[in-house]
């Protein structure tokens, strides 16, 4: 299948260094550890892995949290919420005063990494549709854009301006591939909108990838309260549906390219 996904914030596991640095000589509490890791796991993308699973795709899925280092930014953000992150969603400190963190060390041996397993990926030419796979919280959390507003179903982020990372004639339909492909997740839930560039235009790996390759690219952001309880626990067969929505609207969304 001439389709790569990549979920770059579907893990929540953390090098015992980095958790380390977080959490000092707690790191050595498991109850201290496992709190702070399942924070770590619900603040990413939880069970993207298993919404975007599509047999026969190409799929990359990162094996380290968001925390860690983000996969979805610049290489060279060094923002509070840039590649290595200074703060949580909550703008909470993720590390204590004066820690002194191996920046370079993580760009090194994850981002790197990972952005080399994608060109490999890409290399051929094989591949002529990217897709981006997030899940976000059913309200805009402090670090937002959109502080306590309620977000759509779905999000399509498929850029602006005079370069999108998908072709603009073909994001009308798009739209309505997914609104048809997850008609039954929808149909009757809370929310049911499929917006597009809202409250996010693009994500970095899709423009990033786009640029370099050419390749038409877009993400796809999953309200988690579609398939999250409010204690962040996962409803088994939403995820099975969400999932059987995205293997229809990935096989849709190849067509409009032409693949």
């Not at 990217?130 to 796979?133: I, N, Q, R």
């Not at 409009?256 to 693949?259: I, R």
């Given at each position: 299948m001439s389709l790569l996904i990549l979920t770059p914030h579907s893990s929540g596991q953390m090098p015992a260094a980095v958790m380390h640095q977080m959490l000092g000589e707690d790191v050595y509490r498991s109850e201290t550890r496992e709190r702070w890791q399942r924070r770590m796991f619900l603040d990413g993308d939880p069970y993207t892995d298993l919404l975007?699973?599509?047999p026969g795709a190409r799929t990359l899925n990162a094996p380290w949290s968001r925390f860690v280092v983000d996969l979805n930014r610049e290489r060279d953000d060094d923002s509070d919420n840039g590649v290595v992150k200074r703060s949580g969603f909550d703008?909470?400190?993720l590390y204590p005063a004066g820690a002194a963190l191996d920046v370079a060390e993580r760009l090194r041996r994850y981002w790197d990494s990972f952005d080399a397993q994608v060109r490999a990926?890409?290399?051929g030419g094989e591949v002529r549709l990217?897709?981006?796979?997030h899940s976000m919280a059913p309200r805009g959390p402090a670090l937002g854009p959109d502080q306590d507003q309620p977000r759509p179903a779905l999000t399509l982020m498929v850029g602006e301006g005079e370069q999108p990372s998908f072709p603009a004639a073909q994001v009308g339909a798009l739209q309505a591939a997914a609104q048809t492909a997850f008609a039954s997740v929808l149909d009757g839930a809370e929310v049911s909108r499929v917006a597009v560039n809202d409250p996010w235009k693009t994500d970095d790996l899709s423009a990033r990838y786009h640029a370099q390759a050419?390749?038409?690219a877009f993400g796809l952001e999953i309200n988690a309260g579609l398939y999250l309880t409010p204690q962040g626990r996962p409803r088994d067969e939403r995820i099975r549906a969400l999932n059987s929505g995205l293997r229809d609207f990935a096989a849709r969304a190849l067509e409009?390219?032409?693949?």
């Open positions: 975007f699973l599509v703008k909470g400190a990926e890409l290399a990217l897709m981006v796979g050419g390749l038409a409009l390219v032409g693949a």
